[in-house]
């Protein structure tokens, strides 16, 4: 079946330290991946996404690069801000997914001055 | 351009009474429109998805259910309310037969049984 596994959390970095948030997935067929944000009290916003293997979304610093050979989509930003503290989620849609989307289990990640 | 409506915001409600939060999309048609709860600290959970007026597929055996009445108009109900429902509920489209598509959530509500 599809299943996205992400990275547990929380993660707590020091401003401007790198970051690395892991996602691997499992699905049939050939899905977009996505990543999206949430910000306390909010709904999810779409970070960036990718639609097949070897493109990489990009947005606000963050980067992901889908590959299909390790069946992964790591979230990656050189510099993280404390503005950039929120919850991460890992996701997958479309290939044999009858246009469910698929989320991982998020990610808290807190930023300290 | 698509927007995306989810009221109310915030709902305190004793365990027992009725629920209806209304979900609404503008500026498209025929959407895939999705139900999620957030429980505290914890990832989404699919809860109903619909690919049409009246065609609803439920994910998760409970005591919701949802209706979706109207092209762009989805409704997650409940006669009676659990303790376990309190939760963030979460309403979301996606455009239809477009797979790479992303999806696009409402606000949410924050719902709190006692």
């Known amino acids: 079946g599809n299943s996205v596994t992400q990275m547990e959390g929380p993660v707590t970095l020091s401003e401007e330290a790198f970051l690395t948030i892991n996602c691997t997935y499992t699905?049939?067929?050939?899905?977009?991946l996505f990543w999206y944000v949430q910000y306390p009290g909010e709904g999810l916003q779409l970070l960036l996404k990718a639609t097949k293997a070897d493109d990489k979304g990009s947005n606000k610093g963050f980067e992901a690069t889908y590959r299909k050979e390790t069946t992964s989509f790591h979230l990656e930003k050189g510099s993280v801000q404390v503005s950039d503290s929120a919850v991460y989620f890992c996701a997958l849609s479309g290939g044999n997914t009858g246009n469910q989307f698929y989320f991982g289990t998020g990610t808290s990640l807190t930023v300290i001055p | 351009s698509q927007t995306i409506h989810q009221w109310p915001a915030t709902l305190v409600q004793p365990v027992g009474s009725p629920l209806s939060l209304e979900c609404t999309v503008e500026g498209t048609s025929n959407p895939n429109l999705y139900w999620y709860r957030q429980a505290a600290g914890r990832g989404l959970q699919l809860l109903f998805y619909s690919v049409g007026i009246g065609q609803i597929s439920s994910e998760v055996p409970q005591n919701l259910s949802a209706s979706r009445p109207q092209d762009r108009q989805f409704i997650l109900s409940s006669k009676k309310l659990l303790l376990s429902d309190s939760g963030f509920y979460l309403c979301?489209?996606?455009?239809?037969?477009?797979?790479?598509?992303?999806?696009?959530f409402g606000q949410g509500t924050r719902l709190t049984v006692v």
């Open positions: 979301a489209w996606s455009a239809r037969g477009r797979g790479w598509t992303e999806a696009f």
């Open positions: 699905a049939t067929g050939y899905p977009s």
